[in-house]
């Protein structure tokens, strides 16, 4: 148990260490990585929180993710969960879903219960979110964040937040992942696929 412990340590430690290359503008100097089902994209992510067990995959969709974008959609899927985890009450789980995007892309939704933003910092957050993880005097209260965008901007992903529920009490965060066709393999149109 304790040589597990420090394994998930080291992990969030070297995710910190990737982080930091992020937001200095340096890529990560890895080999070719083939492509890779979506469902191991998702497994890899939830293997880099430290309270994995509260992470409900759910059924995920069949395809690949694109070699070139999988280091670094593994490491935004990772701080979306961290963030998720630990924003909500620790016996609650936070939960993934999946739907086609009308061209084809896909939509993974990162869904808490946990204790919401308040509208106006939501605004905020989704702005810069979209601006290309522009680093200011928040930048280290709010580093993950910096670093999704970034992330999203190197690939043309979309992220966004949103409430989870209307209601003011445990609304939760949403956050919504649109990843474009030209990151997803067998995914798409023919007759075959799920969600045609």
Do not use: C, W
């Not at 340096?26 to 309270?51: F, I, M, Y």
């Not at 067990?53 to 070699?67: E, F, K, S």
């Not at 701080?79 to 009308?102: H, I, K, Q």
């Not at 149109?189 to 969600?195: E, F, K, M």
């Amino acid at each position: 148990q304790n040589l597990f412990a420090l394994d998930h340590l080291a992990a969030r430690m070297r995710r910190t260490g990737d982080s930091l290359l992020v937001l200095a503008g340096t890529r990560q100097r890895l080999g070719r990585v083939p492509d890779t089902p979506l469902v191991d994209v998702l497994r890899a992510s939830v293997s880099q929180v430290e309270n994995y067990q509260r992470v409900n995959i759910g059924n995920a969709p069949d395809g690949n993710l694109v070699g070139s974008a999988v280091t670094d959609v593994v490491h935004m899927i990772a701080e979306l969960l961290d963030n998720a985890l630990r924003a909500s009450p620790p016996e609650s789980t936070v939960a993934f879903a999946f739907s086609r995007a009308v061209d084809g892309g896909l939509l993974l939704e990162i869904a808490d219960r946990g204790i919401g933003i308040p509208a106006d910092e939501l605004a905020d957050i989704n702005m810069r979110l979209g601006a290309d993880g522009e680093t200011g005097s928040g930048a280290a209260r709010r580093m993950g964040l910096f670093v999704v965008a970034r992330l999203a901007d190197r690939h043309g992903i979309t992220v966004r937040l949103r409430p989870t529920f209307d209601s003011t009490t445990n609304a939760g965060i949403t956050a919504r992942i649109y990843l474009p066709t030209s990151l997803l393999k067998g995914t798409g149109r023919n007759y075959d696929d799920p969600y045609r």
